[in-house]
């Protein structure tokens, strides 16, 4: 089993920064991809940015210049700087792991942050 534990969520003013971070623990296997997705009211969940074991990177179209994901291997953490936020941004963020179990992919998750932009 895989924990993943998030943290840095809160109220940020439109324009502002803020950073997540989410360190995961347990029967982490050596290759894995970590990232964060996102869920606003009455909206699906949707992926903003993964990030793999080596450090390729993925941004969804709507955080690509603003946001910008990392991970730390020896301290399985990734990290999410969030820049220039605006209203859309608020949501539940959600760390995910993904990583392959025998034959098998699987995704964990972690339990949300909440991230409110207003001013």
């Known amino acids: 089993q895989v924990q993943l534990v998030e943290s840095g969520g809160g109220l940020v003013q439109p324009g502002g920064s803020l950073r997540l971070s989410c360190v995961a623990s347990?029967?982490?296997?050596?290759?894995?991809?970590m990232g964060w997705y996102r869920q606003a009211p009455g909206k699906e969940r949707e992926m903003v940015a993964h990030?793999?074991?080596?450090?390729?990177?993925t941004y969804a179209d709507f955080v690509k210049g603003r946001f910008t994901i990392s991970r730390d291997n020896a301290k399985n953490t990734v990290y999410l700087q969030m820049n220039s936020v605006n209203a859309d941004d608020t949501a539940v963020y959600y760390c995910?792991?993904?990583?392959?179990?025998?034959?098998?992919?699987?995704?964990?998750w972690g339990q949300g942050t909440q991230v409110t932009v207003s001013s």
């Open positions: 995910n792991l993904r990583q392959l179990s025998g034959l098998a992919i699987k995704d964990y």
């Open positions: 347990g029967s982490i296997f050596s290759i894995n991809v």
């Open positions: 990030i793999g074991i080596g450090g390729s990177t």
